[in-house]
């Protein structure tokens, strides 16, 4: 699937499901800001409709969300209760400008991605692993979650017709360390990402900039 197809999967999903996909935050985001320590922003890759980026704006950090869908942008500014955010379609492997303009005046940030790595190329993923080695400030943290392997046969209640590329957990983990990156916690496994009927098998990851 090319990228201007993925982008047009994504923004038809999101105009025609603007009241289905959920609007609350992930399992994910409420384990990601009990880890959260001394830093000075959220960068939010994939960030859809906003439901993850507006919780961490809720709990006071500033927030960069960034999406290639339009329609998922759109909704994000729609929704937005907080003026410390600011969301920004672009590809994730053009968002170099984005995020130095994000880290001016920041120590250290925190770059979460849920649900983005496995909705990626292999190519893309570690470009922009390599991306955030070269512009994150050292301590900064990242927070991936993915759908692994085992996850290819389970039945997905957003339907098939998109891409998935599901992770080997052990490889996400070294291209993250090879990226420049110290793992500090990860698992893989059920009950971490439970909707409705599904219960995906995933990679859970934090890192912090060496
Ligand atoms: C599975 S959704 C996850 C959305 C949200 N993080 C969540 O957990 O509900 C994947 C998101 O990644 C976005 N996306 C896909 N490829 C992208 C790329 N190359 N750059 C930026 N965003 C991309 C899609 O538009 C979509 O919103």
């Not at 303009?101 to 470009?127: P, Q, S, T, W």
């Not at 339907?159 to 080997?168: E, F, L, S």
Request: glycine fraction near 6%.
């Amino acid at each position: 699937m090319s990228q201007a197809e993925t982008s047009s999967y994504w923004d038809s999903f999101y105009s025609s499901r603007k009241k289905g996909a959920p609007a609350y935050p992930s399992q994910f985001a409420a384990f990601a800001v009990n880890e959260l320590t001394d830093i000075d922003g959220v960068i939010e890759f994939g960030c859809g409709n906003g439901r993850d980026s507006e919780f961490f704006a809720t709990c006071g950090f500033d927030l960069l969300g960034l999406d290639a869908s339009v329609e998922a942008i759109e909704l994000c500014r729609s929704r937005s209760a907080h003026e410390h955010t600011r969301y920004v379609q672009c590809l994730a492997g053009a968002a170099k400008d984005e995020i130095k303009g994000f880290l001016v005046n920041k120590r250290k940030v925190a770059v979460y991605a849920r649900f983005f790595l496995h909705a990626i190329d292999e190519n893309e993923a570690n470009a922009f692993l390599d991306l955030l080695s070269v512009l994150l400030p050292p301590e900064s943290q990242v927070f991936f979650e993915y759908r692994t392997i085992d996850d290819a046969d389970q039945d997905k209640t957003f339907g098939t017709d998109h891409y998935r590329r599901y992770v080997n957990h052990q490889d996400m983990l070294a291209n993250i360390e090879r990226a420049g990156f110290r793992v500090t916690y990860q698992i893989e496994g059920r009950g971490l990402a439970k909707f409705r009927d599904e219960d995906a098998k995933v990679g859970r990851c934090v890192a912090s900039k060496n």
